[in-house]
């Protein structure tokens, strides 16, 4: 019995390429660079809506919610990660690794539901621009971010102790970066019908039906946006819309390529390469897609600057 419970709780061991030393030194250097601008993007986001009386809208509300997500996913991943990548060791403890386990289905669950308040702002914002600062008054958008996060919340709860429930018959390497759901159920000695259909059923939930809400809005959206006359505000539209698009594309494509087709149909190393792809590209493009689309982010950022340097010559 106890020699069960030592080994339901030792230090896991993550492989990750310890195989190939050589493409290990290349990918931490990279993932030391992307997350670095991941810190300082994201970090710029917040702060620039926050001090900015011009970005205090609904829209930059949900994008430095957005960026402090990234911030707290990136965070819960990457400095162990370049840990072991460095480090003479690929292990993590039993802690952890919950911990991380834990962490990244909160916020990535929490990232579903938030990309898809953020769609269904651009609609108000497009399809109902004299009724927008009514229907998204501040306490409706409060509750909209606090239901994404306590959503994103309960689904890591239930997830997370599904999974560490499973025996694991003295199995501690983990073939993966990180401690994320497909790779710890490979190393499950006993299948589970239960936590297939539970994952399935939350799959639907966080991903599929989010998704379908999103593609409804910009599918309306579309429909406004050949109504408008302006070439100016046209351009607008297509500039805001055009980089939350291109996010959601990026965030759910490859999450849902990885959660929601049956496990044994990946390939390990095309399983830890997508792993890299949603955990640390994706939370450093999202401020960089922002930014570099959005001149009211840029025309801020100057006056915020210019504000500094004129305090600072006075």
Aim: charged share 10%.
């Amino acid at each position: 019995m106890n020699t069960n419970n030592r080994s339901a709780t030792a230090d896991f061991i993550l492989l990750g390429f310890s195989n190939q030393p050589q493409v290990e030194h290349i990918i931490s250097g990279v993932v030391f660079v992307f997350y670095i601008v991941t810190l300082v993007g994201n970090t710029t986001i917040i702060l620039v809506s926050n001090l900015d009386s011009q970005l205090h809208t609904p829209m930059y509300f949900f994008l430095s919610n957005l960026s402090f997500l990234d911030l707290c996913y990136a965070t819960s991943i990457i400095p162990q990660m370049l840990v072991n990548l460095w480090g003479p060791t690929k292990s993590i403890t039993y802690g952890g690794c919950v911990l991380q386990f834990f962490f990244a289905l909160d916020f990535g669950a929490t990232e579903c539901l938030l990309l898809a308040v953020m769609a269904y702002d651009r609609y108000a914002a497009v399809c109902q621009p004299l009724y927008y600062t009514i229907v998204m008054h501040p306490q409706l958008c409060q509750k909209m971010v606090l239901t994404a996060w306590l959503g994103g919340l309960g689904s890591a709860l239930i997830l997370c102790s599904l999974t560490l429930k499973l025996p694991r018959c003295g199995h501690r390497e983990v073939n993966n970066f990180i401690c994320e759901m497909p790779a710890l159920l490979k190393l499950a000695c006993v299948y589970s019908k239960v936590i297939e259909v539970i994952v399935y059923a939350l799959g639907v939930i966080f991903l599929l039906v989010p998704l379908s809400l999103i593609l409804i809005s910009y599918a309306i959206i579309t429909q406004a946006v050949m109504r408008i006359k302006s070439t100016a505000r046209w351009r607008k539209v297509l500039n805001t819309c055009g980089s939350h698009l291109t996010v959601v594309t990026l965030f759910y494509g490859t999450i849902i390529y990885m959660y929601m087709k049956p496990q044994n149909s990946t390939s390990e190393d095309e399983g830890k390469f997508l792993t890299l792809f949603y955990t640390i590209v994706t939370p450093t493009l999202n401020p960089l897609i922002y930014t570099l689309r959005n001149k009211d982010v840029k025309n801020a950022v100057k006056r915020i600057l210019y504000v500094r340097k004129c305090s600072a010559k006075s």
